[in-house]
């Protein structure tokens, strides 16, 4: 169970860290935070940049806790807040799959990184080698999730009525 935990945890923690540095750095094909926060902008997130650097912040610092098993659920519950917005703000109304830029990815993603919450970050981790997983109860692991998900919440709050363009006649 340890390797496998291991191996999901690295594969998903550095895919995660990569899709965040797309916006925070322009890697791997991303706009880097200028690009994506007019994005972001569009969607009503202003100003972008700094949402950007938030969403773009808690998908790398995220899915590197994760890929190091480190902080038990803190990088999962970062994952979980950045998937419901991003899910909800960019893909709920295309439907659910990816061919139409449904909601299939961030959901598994959300799942995937809750699931990793819940689980633990097993025996081959650095939260194990620094005796740290007797701190991640259930009580804890429930709260941080919690954690996202209002935080989540309260960044979809914040979201403003997208700017529309003044027509010239």
Do not use: C
């Not at 550095?14 to 540095?21: C, E």
């Not at 202003?46 to 659920?73: H, K, N």
């Not at 993603?109 to 109860?137: F, I, N, P, V």
């Amino acid at each position: 169970m340890d390797a496998g935990l291991l191996l999901v945890r690295v594969v998903f923690g550095l895919l995660m860290a990569a899709h965040g540095s797309q916006k925070l750095l322009g890697w791997f094909g991303g706009y880097g935070l200028t690009g994506t926060g007019q994005f972001f902008e569009g969607l009503g997130f202003r100003p972008g940049r700094l949402f950007v650097t938030l969403a773009s912040l808690g998908e790398v610092g995220g899915g590197g806790l994760m890929a190091l098993g480190l902080l038990g659920p803190i990088g999962p519950a970062l994952v979980l807040s950045v998937m419901i917005v991003a899910a909800i703000s960019v893909h709920w109304q295309h439907g659910v799959f990816a061919a139409s830029n449904g909601i299939e990815v961030p959901l598994l993603y959300a799942t995937g990184a809750a699931a990793l919450a819940l689980t633990g970050s097993g025996q081959y981790s650095l939260d194990a080698w620094l005796g740290l997983t007797s701190l991640w109860t259930p009580a804890v692991t429930w709260t941080a999730l919690v954690i996202g998900i209002i935080g989540a919440l309260a960044n979809l709050a914040l979201r403003r009525a997208p700017e529309r363009q003044a027509v010239v006649a």
